[in-house]
């Protein structure tokens, strides 16, 4: 497994117990960043995971826009917690990381969703960043 792909993993980790927690993201990426400190074996993965979760943080409501536009008739609030929290990380790496191309972002993302969610998980994610790729 890539560095990239454990960095997803991390982040959607808090981007998940932040969601469902009810927790702020900045307080759930401080004390993630204080566990890692403490793990210099997974410092490559961790800086990734940090600038995922900052990038979700920092354009939060305009990647919640993009995913209500392109979600059809998914509320986002009704969505399973992995498949917004998926969705957050996957329109932020598409919108924003200019590194990381359309194809992979969305790859790694329906693999998550097929790993960790629903049945259904892995074509809804694929469909709505799909949409949100296209029209951006």
Do not use: C
Not at 9 to 19: C, G, I, P, T, Y
Not at 29 to 47: D, I
């Amino acid at each position: 497994m890539s560095a990239r792909t454990k960095a997803r993993r991390r982040a959607l980790n808090m981007l998940f117990s932040s969601d469902v927690r009810g927790d702020d993201l900045a307080v759930t990426l401080a004390a993630e960043a204080k566990r890692a400190a403490g793990e210099p074996e997974r410092q490559a993965s961790w800086l990734y995971a940090r600038e995922i979760v900052d990038g979700v943080v920092d354009h939060r409501d305009e990647i919640d826009e993009q995913i209500a536009t392109h979600s059809r008739d998914w509320r986002l609030e009704r969505m399973p917690a992995v498949d917004r929290a998926l969705l957050r990380l996957g329109t932020w790496e598409i919108l924003w990381n200019e590194d990381v191309p359309t194809a992979v972002a969305i790859d790694e993302a329906v693999e998550l969703a097929k790993e960790l969610s629903t049945e259904e998980s892995g074509a809804f994610v694929h469909g709505v960043l799909a949409r949100i790729a296209r029209s951006n």
